[in-house]
């Protein structure tokens, strides 16, 4: 209970919805106050022309306090860019956009979030961990603006309890999925 009330207070609630393109000032300010190597608008309006790139911002009182930018691929969300304004850091704001994310996985579709961290972003990596990501393999030289490695870090959909595991083809459970291969083979 005391923990919860401690949570509570510390929390900043954030609104978290779609990124539009007056929000690009704000996103720009708290890129570049946020990596050594910031993406420019260009690299912005680029990657949220496709399709299947979607940027979300976390709204705190009609100011824009972090962003993240991520693809939607056929079986995981792969987040491209995400970050908080430092100082809105340590209140859950990042928790809370990878909330927003981890709530859109599903058994039968996207079941991964991935993402590529420096070797060097050890507060990325602790917060990443934090909210259930794993370190999953090294990627060598990764990046062209600096020699370091990246890893690839990973979240894994969970099954809620007493959740049916559906084939992730059929859409079925696993008992209809196999009275159905039954039947197919009986007749
Ligand atoms: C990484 C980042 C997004 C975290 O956002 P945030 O809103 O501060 O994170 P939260 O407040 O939700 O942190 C949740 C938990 O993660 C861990 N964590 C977050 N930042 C941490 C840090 N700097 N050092 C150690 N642990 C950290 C803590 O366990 C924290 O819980 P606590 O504050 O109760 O101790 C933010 O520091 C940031 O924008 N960094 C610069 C950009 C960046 O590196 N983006 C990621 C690119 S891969």
Redesign the pocket.
Known sequence: MAIMQV?QN???RVHIRWMIRRDMTDVLE?ER???EFPWFEEDFVRCLRQRNCIGMVAEHEDRVV?FMVYELQKTRLH?L??????E???????????RKLIGKLSPQRRTRIV????ET???????????GFRAVSVLRKFYEDSPEDAYL?QFRYRSKPNEPVLHPATGRNRIEFHEHVRNRLTG
Not at 81 to 86: E, G, I, K, L
Request: proline fraction near 2%; glycine fraction near 6%.
């Open positions: 949570e510390t929390a900043l708290i106050s946020g990596f972090g987040i860019n995400f970050a908080v304004a430092p809105f850091r340590r209140l859950s704001v990042g928790t809370q956009m990878v993402l590529e961290v420096r972003n050890l507060a990325a990596q602790l917060f990443f961990r934090e909210n870090m």
